[in-house]
C-alpha cells in the first residue's frame, strides 16, 4: 500500500508540472503570435502613414502652385497621390496575404508555396515602391515570416536569399537614386520645419518599433527552439532508457522462459519415469516373492511389468517432444485414469478404487492433463514413500471447483516435507490457479482444488 500510495503522489506531483509546462508553452506560442500581429500592424501603420505625408505633400504642392518648383528639384516625374496611396496599401496588404498563405501551404499545396513567394516578393517591392523607398521596414516583416514557418533547409535558404534581395531593392540609397526615386527629404521639404522634425519623429518612432517588435520576436523564437530541441533530447534519453530497460526485461523474460520449460521438462520426466519405475520395482518385487511359489504367475507378473516399461518408455519420448501422455493421445480422460490405475494396481499388486463423481470428465486439454498427472503422481507417491496396499481416489465438483482427494491405508509420515513430487504437483496445479493440501492420518491424503473452466466441453 505504501508503494502505490508513493506512486500516485508521484503521479499528482508530475501532472501539474506537465499541465503547467503545457501551458506555458501555450503562452509562449500566444505571445509569438500576438507579437507577430503587433508587426503586420505596426508596418501597416507606418505603410499608411509614410503614403499619406508623401501624398499629402504633392497635394500641398499643387495646391499652392509650386508643382513647376517641385519638379525642377526632382528628376523623375512623381506617381499621383491617390496611386501612391493605393499601390502602397494594397501591395502591403497582398504582401502580408500571400505570406500567411505561403505559411500554410501543406500537403497537397506544398507545391503552391514557391509561387505565394514569388507574389509575396513581388507585391512587397510594390508597397516600397509606391513609398518610393522611404520605408524598408517592410524587410524585417519578410523575415518575421521565414522564421516562424516550419521549413526544411532549401526552404529557409530560399527565404534567406528572399531577404537579402529585398533588403538591396528596397534601400533607398542602393536603388533609389539609379532609378531616380524621390527621397523622404524631398516630400518633408514643402512642410514647415517644426512639422519636418514631427514627421520625421513619428518615422523614426515606427522604425524603432518595428525593430523592438522583431528582435523580441526573434528571441522568443530562439527561446521556443532552443526549449523544443530540450524537449526532443529528453524523449530521445527517455526513448534510449526504455530501449535499454526493454532489452533487459526481454534478456530476463528469455531466462525466466528457460527456467520454466526446465522445470516442465523436470515435472514431464519426473511423473512419467517416477510412474513407470515405481511400477516395474514393485511389479519386480512382486515377482521374485512368488519365483519359487508360483513360477507362472512370476511369469505373467513379468508381462505386466514389460507392458508398464513400454508403457514408460513411450511416456518419456512424449514428454521429451513437449506432448501429452499417450493414453491422453487414445483415450478419453477418465478411461486414461482408470487404463493407469488398473495397469498400476495389478503392476504393484495395490488395491485402488476409484470413484467418480463427475461425468462426463472432458475438459480442456491443459486441465486434463494436470488432472491425470497429479493423480499419477500421488498414486506413485502412495505406493513408493507410504507402502499402501489400498488406495482410493475420488472426483467430484463444488461449485466451480474440481476436487480431486487420493487417500491412501499406507505408514504415513509424523510432518509433511514436500519433496519433488509434491513440489511438482504444486506447481501444476498454480498453472491452473489451483490449490494442493496434505494430510498424514491413518495413511496419507492428496486433496486437489482446481477451477474448472466449464462450458461446451462439459
Not at 511400477?279 to 516373492?289: C, E, F, L, Q, R
Request: hydrophobic share 45%; net charge negative; glycine share 6%.
Amino acid at each position: 500500500m505504501g508503494r502505490m500510495d508513493g506512486s500516485s503522489k508521484m503521479r499528482e506531483a508530475t501532472t501539474p508540472a506537465k499541465a503547467r509546462e503545457m501551458t506555458q508553452g501555450e503562452k509562449r506560442e500566444s505571445l509569438i503570435s500576438r507579437l507577430q500581429v503587433a508587426i503586420y500592424v505596426v508596418n501597416f501603420i507606418a505603410v499608411c502613414f509614410v503614403s499619406s505625408v508623401m501624398a499629402y505633400s504633392l497635394w500641398s504642392v499643387v495646391g499652392r502652385m509650386e508643382a513647376a518648383e517641385f519638379l525642377r528639384n526632382v528628376k523623375i516625374r512623381p506617381w499621383k497621390p491617390d496611386q501612391m496611396i493605393s499601390y502602397s496599401i494594397l501591395g502591403y496588404l497582398a504582401f502580408v496575404m500571400f505570406g500567411s498563405l505561403s505559411r500554410k501551404c501543406e500537403g497537397e499545396w506544398e507545391e503552391l508555396r514557391p509561387l505565394f513567394l514569388e507574389i509575396e516578393i513581388v507585391a512587397c517591392i510594390v508597397a516600397g515602391a509606391g513609398m518610393n523607398l522611404a520605408y524598408n521596414g517592410l524587410v524585417l516583416v519578410m523575415a518575421a515570416d521565414m522564421m516562424r514557418g516550419e521549413r526544411g533547409g532549401n526552404q529557409k535558404l530560399m527565404f534567406g536569399l528572399s531577404v537579402v534581395i529585398l533588403s538591396t531593392v528596397l534601400d533607398f540609397d542602393l536603388v533609389g537614386e539609379r532609378f531616380f526615386m524621390i527621397s523622404w527629404d524631398m516630400f518633408l521639404a514643402v512642410f514647415e520645419t517644426d512639422m519636418q522634425a514631427v514627421l520625421k519623429s513619428i518615422r523614426s518612432i515606427l522604425v524603432s518599433t518595428n525593430l523592438v517588435l522583431f528582435i523580441w520576436y526573434t528571441a522568443l523564437l530562439i527561446q521556443e527552439e532552443y526549449r523544443e530541441r530540450e524537449r526532443i533530447q529528453s524523449l530521445n534519453g527517455q526513448l534510449e532508457l526504455a530501449n535499454r530497460k526493454l532489452k533487459s526485461y526481454a534478456i530476463e523474460a528469455e531466462k525466466n522462459a528457460e527456467v520454466r520449460e526446465r522445470n516442465r521438462l523436470a515435472r514431464e520426466i519426473h511423473d512419467t519415469l517416477g510412474h513407470a519405475l515405481t511400477g516395474i520395482i514393485a511389479g519386480v518385487d512382486a515377482a521374485v516373492m512368488m519365483m519359487d511359489i508360483a513360477p507362472d504367475s512370476a511369469k505373467k507378473q513379468l508381462e505386466k511389468v514389460s507392458e508398464v516399461a513400454r508403457e514408460g518408455m513411450t511416456d518419456v519420448r512424449r514428454s521429451m517432444n513437449s506432448l501429452r501422455p499417450d493414453a491422453l493421445e487414445k483415450l478419453e480422460l477418465e478411461d486414461a485414469i482408470r487404463k493407469m490405475l488398473k495397469d498400476m494396481g495389478e503392476t504393484a499388486k495395490v488395491e485402488i478404487v476409484f470413484d467418480n463423481q463427475v461425468h462426463p470428465l472432458n475438459f480442456h486439454e491443459d486441465e486434463e492433463e494436470v488432472i491425470y498427472r497429479v493423480i499419477q503422481e500421488a498414486t506413485t507417491n502412495a505406493i513408493r514413500h507410504g507402502k499402501a496396499s489400498y488406495i482410493k481416489i475420488g472426483i467430484s465438483k463444488v461449485d466451480q471447483w474440481l476436487t480431486i482427494a487420493v487417500k491412501d491405508n499406507g505408514c504415513g509420515c509424523s510432518e509433511v516435507k514436500p519433496g519433488f513430487g509434491l513440489k511438482h504437483m504444486r506447481e501444476r496445479l498454480a498453472m491452473l490457479n489451483g490449490t494442493l493440501e496434505c494430510s498424514s492420518e491413518s495413511g496419507f491424503l492428496v486433496a486437489a482444488n482446481i477451477p474448472i473452466r466449464w462450458g461446451e466441453r462439459n
